[in-house]
């Protein structure tokens, strides 16, 4: 089944920036298509990070469940003005509402509490985040309005590639197809991008530590 769903959003198409600032425009305006599209655009994001808490195949489709709610309802207080990237604005949301699924399970939540994540950390080190206080939760959205920034200063093939082999965890030849150069290309606006961005972020990041 996972296998199967996987293959799906394999076939999803990447959306380019302007075709995705006109969707969220059509977006707040009511229209439903527009709304469908970014939500199906949207899909692998909530794959990936699902895939990160390594529980077998039938849970993580539940948690790919939830996960859609988290995207859904980020949607709904999502205002594409901010310049704030959506991957971004949105993890948050998808993944507190697979950690509170995972949290409120009656059957099978306690178990998954030593259930190790991606990063090393366990889903119990996880949960705390849920209740992050309003410092924290106001430097999580600086670090990811500046990293937005710092995408959208990116000349655009950078920015599709590191958008899809990031936020989206797209093939390196996948994205390549997408964008119509070679892969070995793709793997060159990849350095490119992120040497960018840790040139961007770099005196944010030292200040930031400092605080």
Same mark, same amino acid.
């Given at each position: 089944m996972l296998q199967g769903y996987l293959e799906e959003l394999r076939k999803t198409s990447l959306l380019e920036p302007e #075709?995705? &600032?006109e969707l969220w *425009? *059509? +977006?707040a305006a009511g229209d439903e298509a527009a709304h469908q599209r970014l939500m199906t655009?949207?899909?692998p994001l909530v794959f990936k990070i699902a895939s990160s808490f390594r &529980? @077998?195949?039938?849970d993580t489709m539940e948690l790919i469940q939830e996960g859609m709610v988290g995207l859904l309802e980020a949607a709904e207080s999502y205002d594409y003005k901010r310049q704030v990237a959506f991957s971004l604005f949105a993890s948050y949301r998808i993944r507190g509402s697979m950690v509170d699924y995972l949290r409120?399970?009656? +059957?099978?939540?306690?178990l998954y509490l030593d259930? #190790?994540? =991606?990063?090393?950390?366990?889903?119990? +080190?996880?949960?705390?985040? #849920? &209740?992050?206080? @309003? =410092?924290e939760v106001t430097e999580q959205h600086l670090l990811c309005e500046k990293v937005a920034q710092a995408m959208d200063r &990116? @000349?655009?093939k950078e920015q599709q590639v590191l958008q899809g082999m990031y936020l989206e965890d797209r093939p390196a030849q996948a994205v390549a197809d997408a964008i119509d150069v070679s892969l070995g290309h793709v793997y060159r606006l990849q350095k490119q991008g992120v040497r960018r961005i840790r040139g961007m972020l770099? *005196?944010?990041?030292?200040?930031f530590n400092k605080e």
């Open positions: #075709e995705e &600032l *425009r *059509r +977006d655009a949207y899909q &529980l @077998p195949e039938a409120h399970s009656t +059957d099978k939540g306690m259930s #190790e994540l =991606s990063k090393g950390f366990t889903l119990s +080190d996880a949960l705390p985040s #849920e &209740l992050a206080s @309003p =410092s &990116l @000349p655009l770099s *005196r944010f990041i030292h200040e």
